[in-house]
């Protein structure tokens, strides 16, 4: 018989030396035809996690930047991967020749990540105008009230098709927040790649809340809580509200979510569905939907969630640590 020698423990017995015997039989006996094989072996690849790239920022006249002589703050551009979020703060600065330099900065650190200048030329339409920060898809058509300013492109991050635009508005535009929000497409991607490795790690999208409807189902959460001192969570919806759809897409699959609900009972209530739920979000002071209340274990008082305060309304731009939130107000109290 053949002598084999080999440093695997698991070799070093009868049953496998055959069993090595066996598989090297099956490549036809040869290294050469082993490697053969190894090579028309797939290579591993993995789907980049969803990513949702965000820009909200507040138009600033073109006249106040050239006053001043600090950086101008014009806006925030985020990347969030579930519950997890990188945000850059986005200014910018006059030149002494009517240009501007921009700069972004990635909150919590002092170095400047991105910068470039625009030249004067390049600005001259937007004398009169402001500047707006957006985020968009390369192809997609302009909309909304920046739609007939000048674009520059800022930086990207995951896909050179996704990237962060300083847009240079001819004529003033409102000076209220403009939220753009896309996702970023990728196609697969080769293991050793520097983006994010595969979707079930840290900062990825989690299971959906599962929910129990309706105003039985409050009654019997209440009587959980008073018996069994189970936290309640509610959540007030309304099914055609972009609002609402924008929370069930944003906040809550994002990962450990439903982690940290899963000791509440929880509840969705739609105001409109009836009278008696209509009482219900009247009884928190529910004025505007999406609205989530956790109620604490050991007190029967409702702390808001979202919107964080009784009367205001969603806030799309709310901090992604949305679990840290719910943890925060499901923690009993004694």
Request: positive net charge; hydrophobic residues 40%.
């Amino acid at each position: 018989m053949m002598a084999v020698q080999t440093r695997n423990p698991g070799l070093r017995s009868a049953a496998g030396v055959a069993l090595f015997l066996c598989l090297f039989s099956l490549l036809d006996g040869s290294p050469a035809a082993a490697a053969k094989a190894a090579s028309k072996k797939p290579a591993a690849t993995f789907q980049l996690p969803k990513v949702r790239l965000v820009a909200i920022s507040t138009p600033v006249a073109m006249a106040t930047v050239r006053a001043s002589k600090k950086p101008v703050s014009i806006g925030t551009v985020s990347y969030l991967i579930g519950d997890y979020r990188t945000s850059y703060d986005v200014l910018v600065t006059p030149r002494r020749d009517g240009g501007l330099v921009w700069m972004a900065r990635q909150q919590g650190k002092s170095r400047v990540q991105e910068q470039g200048t625009i030249g004067a030329a390049q600005l001259k339409n937007a004398a009169e105008g402001h500047l707006c920060i957006i985020v968009e898809k390369e192809g997609d058509r302009p909309s909304g009230v920046t739609a007939s300013g000048k674009r520059f492109r800022l930086f990207s991050r995951f896909s050179p098709s996704y990237r962060a635009m300083l847009v240079a508005c001819p004529k003033q535009v409102p000076t209220k927040p403009v939220r753009t929000a896309l996702f970023i497409e990728s196609d697969n991607q080769p293991l050793g790649s520097d983006e994010p490795k595969g979707a079930t790690g840290a900062g990825t999208a989690g299971s959906p809340v599962a929910w129990q409807l309706g105003a039985k189902a409050y009654r019997a959460a209440l009587d959980a809580h008073k018996r069994h001192k189970k936290p309640v969570a509610l959540y007030f919806f309304e099914k055609n509200s972009k609002a609402c759809k924008q929370m069930d897409s944003e906040l809550m699959t994002a990962c450990r979510v439903q982690e940290v609900l899963s000791p509440a009972v929880k509840v969705r209530i739609d105001p409109s569905a009836g009278a008696e739920e209509k009482a219900i979000a009247a009884r928190y002071g529910v004025t505007s939907t999406p609205a989530l209340l956790i109620i604490p274990a050991g007190t029967d008082k409702a702390t808001w969630v979202v919107p964080e305060k009784p009367g205001q309304k969603f806030d799309p731009s709310m901090p992604c640590h949305f679990h840290d939130l719910l943890a925060a107000a499901l923690k009993p109290k004694t």
